[in-house]
C-alpha cells in the first residue's frame, strides 16, 4: 500500500471513529483524533507528492496518535470493553498500517537516492 493511501485511510478512519465515539459518549475528547484526522487529510496531497516535510510531519502525528491509543486508550477500552474496543483497535490498526507504509516509502525513497548517486 502506499504511503498516501495509508494515510487517506488512517486519517478517514480517525475523523470517523471520532465522530463515533462523541456520539455515542457525548464526551469532547473524542474530538482529539477528528483533529489528527483532518490534519492528516490536509496533509495526503504532500504525501503523495513525496514531498519530505510534509511526510515526516504526517509521521510523527501518525506516531503520537497511535501512541496515545495505545498507551492512554487502550487499557481503557480493554476494560471496557464492547463498542468502546473496537472504536480503539481500528485506528491502531490503521495506524500501524499508515506507519509501515511510511517506512516503506522512505526506504525505498533512500534506495532511490543512493542509485542515482
Given at each position: 500500500?502506499?504511503?498516501?493511501?495509508?494515510?487517506?485511510?488512517?486519517?478517514?478512519?480517525?475523523?470517523?471513529?471520532?465522530?463515533?465515539?462523541?456520539?455515542?459518549?457525548?464526551?469532547?475528547?473524542?474530538?482529539?483524533?477528528?483533529?489528527?484526522?483532518?490534519?492528516?487529510?490536509?496533509?495526503?496531497?504532500?504525501?503523495?507528492?513525496?514531498?519530505?516535510?510534509?511526510?515526516?510531519?504526517?509521521?510523527?502525528?501518525t506516531l503520537l496518535?497511535?501512541?496515545?491509543?495505545?498507551?492512554?486508550?487502550?487499557?481503557?477500552?480493554?476494560?471496557?470493553?464492547?463498542?468502546?474496543?473496537?472504536?480503539?483497535?481500528?485506528?491502531?490498526?490503521?495506524?500501524?498500517?499508515?506507519?509501515?507504509?511510511?517506512?516503506?516509502?522512505?526506504?525505498?525513497?533512500?534506495?532511490?537516492?543512493?542509485?542515482?548517486?
Amino acid at each position: 500500500m502506499k504511503a498516501h493511501v495509508a494515510n487517506l485511510l488512517n486519517a478517514s478512519v480517525l475523523v470517523i471513529i471520532g465522530l463515533w465515539g462523541y456520539f455515542e459518549t457525548s464526551s469532547n475528547t473524542a474530538f482529539i483524533p477528528v483533529g489528527f484526522g483532518v490534519v492528516l487529510l490536509l496533509l495526503t496531497g504532500g504525501v503523495k507528492k513525496e514531498n519530505k516535510v510534509i511526510a515526516h510531519v504526517a509521521v510523527l502525528l501518525t506516531l503520537l496518535i497511535l501512541l496515545a491509543m495505545l498507551g492512554m486508550r487502550l487499557p481503557k477500552a480493554l476494560t471496557a470493553g464492547g463498542m468502546s474496543l473496537v472504536r480503539t483497535i481500528i485506528p491502531i490498526v490503521t495506524g500501524v498500517l499508515a506507519m509501515v507504509a511510511f517506512i516503506k516509502s522512505f526506504i525505498a525513497a533512500r534506495k532511490a537516492r543512493e542509485q542515482k548517486a
